[in-house]
T-cell receptor, first 112, second 115 residues
């Protein structure tokens, strides 16, 4: 039973560019949440998707957007990248009806 | 601001000793807490959770204690092993209408186990 799969594992982008990160949830899960984890910090909630809609959002600018597909997979898009966007981006899946979160191993984004 | 925080950034212990990692929270309405373990290069992994109607919960080699009076919880790891070396986070439940609960993380404590 596959857990949460994220791609790519590592990515280097130039300031001002746009990036798309991908996540496949754990089999049977219907909800996907995205987190940003800066070095030495705890994960910070970006947003959550369920039924292809953004349900909750953390304190992140509109440069951060997302999408959920009918198969429950999800994408995180970041526009106009800043150096400060360099971080580990974590995807977590869960069931809206309850239960715990399963995290992927993340995508390490470096903005230069 | 951050409502879940940890007392120490780093904890060093000898293999075989017991480890205690502490966490304070500020929202008295929080009713669900989770401890996660994050190893290098991996995402957070669920360890144990506790609801606010409980004072203590035990798992395999781990115990979580909740003191609602002082808004403090701790994770105790018995007979710490080198494989326990990781960053540990406490997270509280925050939810909103239209969505499931969102784990809100503090900064984490790095546990280093010396052989």
């Amino acid at each position: 039973d596959a857990g949460v799969t994220q791609s790519p594992t590592h990515l280097i982008k130039t300031r001002g560019q746009q990036v798309t990160l991908r996540c496949s949830p754990k089999s049977g899960h219907d909800t996907v949440s995205w987190y940003q984890q800066a070095l030495g910090q705890g994960p910070q909630f970006i947003f959550q998707y369920y039924e292809e809609e953004e349900r909750q959002r953390g304190n992140f600018p509109d440069r951060f957007s997302g999408h959920q597909f009918p198969n429950y997979s999800s994408e995180l898009n970041v526009n106009a990248l800043l150096l400060g966007d360099s971080a580990l981006y974590l995807c977590a899946s869960s069931l809206m009806s309850g239960g715990g979160y399963t995290f992927g191993s993340g995508t390490r984004l470096t903005v230069v | 601001g951050e409502s879940v925080g940890l007392h120490l950034p780093t904890l060093s212990v000898q293999e075989g000793d017991n480890s205690i990692i502490n966490c304070a929270y500020s929202n008295s309405a929080s009713d669900y807490f989770i401890w996660y373990k994050q190893e290098s290069g991996k995402g957070p992994q669920f360890i144990i959770d506790i609801r606010s109607n409980m004072d203590k919960r035990q798992g395999q080699r781990v115990t979580v204690l909740l003191n609602k009076t002082v808004k403090h919880l701790s994770l105790q790891i018995a007979a710490t092993q080198p494989g326990d070396s990781a960053v540990y986070f406490c997270a509280e439940k925050r939810g909103a209408s239209g969505g499931s609960y969102i784990p809100t993380f503090g900064r984490g404590t790095s546990l280093i186990v010396h052989p």
